[in-house]
């Protein structure tokens, strides 16, 4: 899906497979972020569809925000169910794991979540030479709100940045974001 934004004239691309997004743009946009390029992306699309619990059934949903065809933006979501309490203590865990065994979805969450369950690295390829990178971020997180809503999603997620970045980490507290440190 294309569509471009008249204020700002950005490209918009949203796309729900890696298929249709060319691999060589791809690949040159992360080739530096982490262990998710288009090949491996293709992989998981075709693991983590098709099967039979929920949780082994994920969406994918790539971004590309694009000014006069230069990606200023390049990002994937994956919607998947995710443990509330993956970030709380062992005896929290040890609890909730007991009551799992006969409620196999308690406290887990429709999360949309930036890269996915087995990818690690800086998701977010973002060319902060762009003067008007804040302006497309923006439009990046409206999209992403909007399908996180479509996903029925109660958990939007951003991971994995550099904690050096102040100014992604201000622009982020801004819109209502809450850091929380990973383990």
């Known amino acids: 899906v294309k569509k471009n934004d008249n204020q700002s004239k950005w490209e918009i691309i949203c796309e729900n497979t890696i298929h249709k997004i060319p691999k060589e743009l ?8 982490g262990a ?19 949780e082994h ?19 994937f979501f994956t919607n ?6 993956m970030l709380s203590s062992e005896f929290v865990s040890k609890e909730v794991e007991e009551k799992r065994k006969t409620d196999k ?22 060319d902060k030479t762009h003067s008007k990178w804040k302006d497309a971020f923006m439009n990046l997180l409206d999209q992403v709100w909007k399908d996180q809503d479509k996903q029925d999603a109660t958990v939007l997620f951003l991971r994995d940045f550099d904690k050096a970045d102040m100014e992604i980490s201000e622009f982020l507290i801004d819109r209502g974001f809450i850091k929380v440190e990973m383990p």
């Open 80 to 85: 998947c169910i995710i443990k509330d309490d």
């Open 105 to 126: 979805y308690y406290l887990t969450s429709k999360t949309f979540l930036m890269g996915s369950l087995l990818s690690n690295g800086q998701h977010l390829f973002i």
């Open 36 to 54: 998710f390029d288009w090949d491996y992306l293709a992989f998981l699309e075709s693991v983590f569809q098709n099967n039979i619990d929920q």
């Open 57 to 75: 059934n994920w969406s994918f949903h790539y971004y590309l925000i694009k000014d006069q065809s230069k990606p200023v933006i390049a990002t």
């Open 26 to 33: 791809w690949n040159e946009c992360h080739e530096e972020n």
